[in-house]
């Protein structure tokens, strides 16, 4: 799982490990953003659509206590969908609609769309409410259930899929999703170092046909293999 949004659930969630311990921690998870501003500069809005998403999405890292992508992650899931014009975006794991606002910032630019599967009512329920007041709501096709099942329903090609629920799920995940991801898209998968990956799905992303990078700059770990095959644009029928 991703780092606590705020100070708060770090402490709730590190208790065992003592006050003296976390508070530093948090403090340093506060200057790491803080750093990560000052390189990167804080995100600018071009638009008012953008400063709607912008606002919520701070508005969701200060206030709500479920994991999800940090920051960091947030602002390279949106280069990396803009990058290949992603139209088709699925992402399994919503929680509460933080990774899945980052993506729209990205969709609003390509014209695109959002599906995102969640498997808890409550959060789902959260991320619509998100994504509502985001003015982001018709970009979006939220699914309530276990997303083993639902993605089986899937039929349209997917230009990116981003990968962050169950870890022992993300081989399923990849094999029943793969024959949709078109030739030249990207597969992103959460949490690739802590906590460790499944090694089934590792053992199918590190094949030659693959370009794959596995990142830690944001200490939890991205593995972004990209497809490799074929024509950009051709739907690939490759298995593994
Ligand atoms: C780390 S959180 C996702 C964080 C989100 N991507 C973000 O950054 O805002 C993982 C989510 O996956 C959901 N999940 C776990 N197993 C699932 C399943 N089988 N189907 C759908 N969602 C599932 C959990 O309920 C949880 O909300």
Redesign the pocket.
Known sequence: ??RPRNPARRIALGAAAGLAALIPAARAQGQFRQRANAVAGPPQAKSAEERRILEVLEDVYRNHR????PVE??RLLRVLAESIGAKRIV??????????LWLLLALVKTGGRLTT????AQ?HAMARANFERAGAGPLVTLVL????A?VTKLRDPIDLL?I???KE?YPDYLRKCLPLVRAGGLIVA??MVSPPPDPDYVKAVTTPRWKRCFSTWTRRGWGSPSRNADAPGRRSNEKW
């Open positions: 799982m991703t479920y994991l999800s992508v992650d947030g992402e399994i794991g919503t929680s509460t609609g933080y990774s899945g599967y969640e498997i808890d959060r259930g276990d997303a083993h639902e981003f962050d629920a169950d799920g959460h949490n």
